[in-house]
């Protein structure tokens, strides 16, 4: 069972480009997340969507999107990259919400140049 | 809104020393509380939580946490580090409204 993994492992993009970054999980978890790992700032929540159809907003959703066709699959698209947008994504999934424990991914070190 | 405040953000201690890390909350409610930890290169993995219970919650590796609620604060504890425990610590309170709130972390390293 791989868990939650994520592509591309890193990648760096010229500002104003489109990205996708993948999140796929085998869990069969119902709640998925986005995160940005910046130095000194901890986690922030991107986007998150409890099921399967539904998506919400978190604490720092300007730039990005996210659908959730199915269960496995939780994308996050920079439409049009900036700078600040430099940093390490993590993808996780819960059973339930996010009151429950939480299973990361390993990461997408992106660089916005 | 609600935050998770980690103190020391940078911790250096020789192995066998003990370790404490401070994690308070801001949010009177019903809190579930979490520690996860990043080592060097790796993801975030669960160390230890607590949901309710005994306060006193006992997680992987020999790792602790206390819950004190008049305190609002979860703080980490392990008696005697070792080297492999170097890593990032983060702190994390799930407040209700689907949010899963983290502290800024702490960056342990354990000198052999």
């Known amino acids: 069972i791989a868990g939650i993994t994520q592509a591309p492992t890193s990648q760096i993009l010229a500002a104003g480009r489109r990205m996708t970054l993948r999140c796929t999980q085998d869990?069969?978890?119902?709640?998925m997340y986005w995160y940005r790992q910046d130095l000194g700032l901890g986690l922030r929540l991107i986007h998150y969507s409890n099921t399967a159809g539904t998506t919400g907003k978190g604490e720092v959703p300007d730039g990005y999107s996210v659908s959730r066709a199915n269960t496995d699959d939780f994308p996050l698209t920079l439409a049009s990259a900036v700078p600040s947008q430099t940093s390490v994504y993590f993808c996780a999934s819960s059973d339930g919400d996010s009151s429950d424990t939480q299973y990361f991914g390993p990461g997408t070190r992106l660089t916005v140049l | 809104a609600q935050s998770v405040s980690q103190h020391n953000h940078h911790v250096i201690l020789s192995e066998a020393a003990s370790l404490e890390l401070g994690c308070n909350y801001s949010?009177?409610?019903?809190?579930?509380l979490f520690w996860y930890v990043q080592y060097p290169g790796q993801h975030l993995q669960l160390l230890l939580k607590?949901?309710?219970?005994?306060?006193l919650v006992k997680g992987i590796k020999g790792f602790e946490a206390e819950f004190i609620k008049s305190k609002f604060s979860f703080n980490l504890r392990k008696p005697s580090v070792q080297w492999s425990d170097t890593a990032e610590y983060f702190c994390?309170?799930?407040?209700?409204?689907?949010?899963?709130?983290f502290g800024k972390g702490n960056q342990v390293v354990v000198i052999p």
């Open positions: 949010y009177g409610g019903t809190v579930n």
């Open positions: 994390a309170v799930y407040y209700g409204n689907n949010r899963l709130a």
């Open positions: 607590y949901f309710s219970g005994d306060p």
């Open positions: 869990m069969r978890h119902n709640a």
